[in-house]
């Protein structure tokens, strides 16, 4: 190709891009001057990752698997399973001194009183769609004056997600969640959701930085008839491997339960921080912080 | 006829120190004909707030349920449970919304807000809240229940005195109203407990 030249590169890439959709818009063709030797798919994959909205020619979407590659990069989220119960516990990522903690939390969400979330990935993101989880959670309860099923509650939050992927032009939401919940149908449940809008059972899963180092030590080390605490504890041995950070104490850590109070109705409880100290230092999973200059 | 006596209804709310009462009758009625004598007028909130509604039946239910929806929504944003005037504001936009094609209820709210200080209000179908320190009362026997809590009232009862006057109340009211009655519902709210009581006046 000569495409040194740059009037030539300019002719060229215009016929060399027979986009059936027109035009190629101006970025596709920036990018197109910008490459210079590299291989024919990576080229390929710079027409068609601008638009959600296309297939490349491979049949992969890639502003999904970009938005996947941005929550690889955000805060772990770890979610597991056990018959008394669900555990969620998330790695905080901003833990200034600073940061007002008093009331929210970064990572758990409450989505009504019989399900909670884990979150990874863009914050703003993920405002939004536990706001319309929420939403949803309550319109299905007013229509039929009970608690919305846990996977219809994910499937129509995924359906959502799905429809950022498929049309409107706007770009998919980066967030994966983990959803922990109860019904009387099936009883605990956690499900995992990722950007594409596909949704799946767990027993045990992860998501955000180093998930699938935390996804392998999961499949080794649990049990399907674990207790609540058993399954606690899990979740903490898990992330203090695969966290980055070199001290793990309880500003870096949120941990959460859904279970059956004695009465019969679900309870979401997320443990304060010094509970949490309690359980680091009782697990042996606490190290200590680095010494303050 | 009037639409809003085709069910029948009577709810009342009182002020004590500290504390509150909300009670109603328990007649659910298709004009003459009594179809339910354990139909629930009020239901709650939240641990320290009430909601009565007098009315259409139906509409009494919906609404119950438009509330509950949008109080919930409020608990997960805001963390925490909505003041009563807070509420009573609710309550007076949703109906306002409907101006002209109304919900047909009567609300009387009645929570503890700040400081367990009581507070009560009413309002009419298209939402216009009315106040006060001492009582509120709506429904088909509202007439009835005005002079009954005006000679009953003082301010400042405590929990028991004041489950008696507003029982006494409410129990004499119906009496006097044949779309109300076949017993009561009270409950009696103080900063620490909610006591439910079922009342069995005259059976007709």
Not at chain 1, 50 to 63: A, N, V, W
Not at chain 1, 78 to 100: N, Y
Not at chain 1, 156 to 171: E, H
Request: charged share 25%; aromatic share 8%.
């Amino acid at each position: 190709f000569p495409l040194s030249c740059p009037t030539i590169k300019v002719h060229i890439s215009r016929r060399l891009t027979p986009s059936p959709f027109g035009r190629p818009s101006k970025n596709q063709r920036r990018g197109d001057q910008r490459s210079k030797a590299v291989p024919s798919s990576q080229k390929m994959s710079r027409r068609y990752d601008s638009r959600t909205t296309i297939f490349s020619p491979e049949g992969r979407l890639y502003q999904v698997e970009y938005a996947m590659e941005a929550i690889g990069n955000a805060g772990s989220a770890i979610g597991i399973l056990s018959k008394d119960g669900v555990v969620l516990i998330g790695e905080k990522k901003v833990t200034s001194k600073l940061l007002q903690t008093s009331t929210s939390s970064e990572k758990m969400y409450k989505i009504d009183d019989h399900v909670a979330c884990a979150v990874a990935g863009i914050m703003s993101d993920a405002n939004i769609l536990i706001n319309t989880a929420r939403v949803q959670a309550q319109r299905y309860t007013f229509m039929y004056q009970e608690p919305m099923p846990v996977e219809q509650l994910v499937q129509s939050l995924c359906d959502t997600k799905q429809g950022y992927t498929q049309f409107g032009g706007l770009r998919p939401f980066g967030v994966s969640f983990l959803f922990a919940g109860w019904d009387k149908n099936h009883g605990f449940q956690l499900y995992m959701s990722d950007p594409s809008g596909n949704y799946g059972g767990w027993k045990a899963a992860a998501v955000g930085a180093n998930n699938q180092a935390a996804q392998s030590i999961l499949k080794q080390d649990y049990k399907d008839d674990a207790t609540r605490e058993e399954a606690v504890e899990l979740a903490l041995k898990v992330l203090s491997k695969t966290m980055d950070s070199t001290s793990l104490t309880s500003e870096k850590l949120e941990l959460a339960e859904v279970f059956l109070t004695p009465s019969g109705s679900v309870k979401y409880h997320v443990h304060s921080p010094d509970s949490l100290t309690k359980l680091l230092v009782k697990h042996g999973v606490t190290q200590p912080a680095a010494e303050s200059s | 006829m009037s639409i809003f006596e085709y069910n029948g209804s009577a709810v009342v709310a009182m002020v004590g120190k500290n504390c509150f009462a909300i009670a109603s009758d328990r007649r659910l009625g298709v004009q003459l004909q009594t179809i339910a004598t354990d139909f629930k007028r009020i239901s709650k909130i939240h641990d320290r707030l009430f909601i009565g509604l007098s009315g259409l039946a139906t509409d009494v239910q919906t609404l119950y349920q438009r509330l509950v929806f949008r109080h919930k929504l409020y608990q997960l944003r805001e963390e925490r449970d909505m003041k009563p005037e807070t509420f009573a504001s609710l309550v007076s936009a949703i109906l306002y919304e409907k101006r002209f094609g109304p919900y047909l209820c009567q609300p009387v709210i009645a929570g503890l807000g700040e400081d367990d200080k009581p507070f009560i209000c009413t309002m009419d179908s298209i939402g216009a809240k009315e106040l006060a320190k001492d009582f509120v009362v709506s429904g088909t026997a509202s007439e009835s229940l005005y002079g009954a809590c005006e000679a009953m009232y003082k301010p400042d009862m405590e929990a028991e005195e004041l489950f008696e006057t507003i029982s006494q109340a409410l129990l004499s009211s119906v009496d006097r109203d044949c779309l109300s009655g076949w017993g009561g519902h009270v409950y009696v709210v103080t900063p620490n407990e909610i006591k439910e009581r079922i009342l069995k006046g005259r059976m007709d």
